[in-house]
């Protein structure tokens, strides 16, 4: 089993900037691929950034393009994720993800395991 826990959102004003963090524990070396995910009241969860945890290569949606920063440090085990130039409709629950095999990296049901989610807010 892999334990995610998130910290590092809260509240900030547009154009602010947040950086997540996602501690993993247990059977980390099972993981193939770490991402974050977010949702919003009323909308499915949807697909943030990804990177390949054996690999530099790193993914973004296009909302977040140029923005969001998604990197790790393998010798922490921890994911992060550096977000700038943030907007009211970055608002959501931000989730760190991690799965074990191949597939499409947005999608959500690819994903084995969760974290808890961190709230973060974006005042206008």
């Known amino acids: 089993q892999v334990q995610l826990v998130e910290s590092g959102g809260g509240l900030v004003q547009t154009g602010g900037s947040l950086r997540l963090s996602c501690a993993a524990s247990?059977?980390?070396?099972?993981?193939?691929?770490m991402g974050w995910f977010r949702q919003a009241p009323g909308k499915e969860r949807e697909f943030v950034a990804a990177?390949?945890?054996?690999?530099?290569?790193?993914y973004y949606a296009d909302s977040v393009k140029g923005r969001f920063t998604i990197s790790r440090d393998n010798a922490k085990s921890t994911l992060y994720l550096q977000m700038d130039g943030l907007k009211p409709e970055d608002t959501a629950v931000y989730y760190c993800?991690?799965?074990?095999?191949?597939?499409?990296?947005?999608?959500?049901?690819?994903?084995?395991?969760w974290g808890q989610g961190t709230q973060v807010t974006v005042s206008s």
């Open positions: 247990g059977r980390t070396i099972n993981i193939y691929t």
């Open positions: 990177t390949r945890w054996s690999t530099s290569r790193k």
């Open positions: 993800a991690g799965k074990v095999s191949g597939g499409g990296l947005s999608v959500t049901n690819n994903y084995n395991y």
